[in-house]
Every structure is written in structure tokens, then in C-alpha cells.
């Protein structure tokens, strides 16, 4: 694994780790720990179609476009409109 990969996943994983206990810890009727686990692997699990789908989009990335353009390509294509109807399902 490369380290910029590792950096990502550190950066990602940490902070979630650190909200899920900063609330957990001040919860007053705090929900099972197995519950809690499994809805965050279950939210990994949601995010890895997504992920295939912005890498094909990516692939097919035109080339040449204005940065205004590629910009909206890279939002709107790429990013939420994946995002939001493969998430959606979950």
C-alpha cells in the first residue's frame, strides 16, 4: 500500500472513529456496540459501488475541456450524481 493510500485511509477512518466515540461517550441511553458496528461496516460496504462507478466515470474523463467545464464534469458526473442514487439505496 502505497503511503499516500495509507494517509487517506488514516485521515478517513480516524476522525469517524473519534465522532462515533465523542457521541457515544456522552450518549445517556447508549445503543449495543454490535449495532453500532455494524451500521459503520455497513456504510463502508455502501460506499464501495460508488466507488467503482466514479473510477469508470474517471476513466472516460474528456479531455481538453475549459477547468470550468471539467469542474462541473468532475462535480456533477463524477461525484454526486453516484453518490446520491447508489446511496440512496442503502
Avoid at 478517513?12 to 462515533?20: E, H, R, S
Avoid at 460506499?47 to 474528456?62: C, D, N
Wanted: charged share 15%; net charge negative.
Amino acid at each position: 500500500m502505497s503511503g499516500r493510500l495509507l494517509l487517506t485511509a488514516f485521515c478517513t477512518v480516524v476522525p469517524i472513529v473519534l465522532i462515533l466515540w465523542y457521541f457515544r461517550s456522552r450518549d445517556v441511553h447508549p445503543e449495543p456496540r454490535a449495532i453500532l458496528w455494524r451500521t459503520f461496516l455497513l456504510g463502508i460496504v455502501g460506499t464501495l459501488p460508488v466507488i467503482l462507478v466514479e473510477s469508470v466515470f474517471l476513466a472516460f474523463e474528456p479531455k481538453g475541456l475549459p477547468i470550468t467545464q471539467l469542474a462541473l464534469y468532475d462535480a456533477f458526473l463524477v461525484a454526486a450524481i453516484p453518490e446520491e442514487t447508489l446511496n440512496s439505496s442503502f
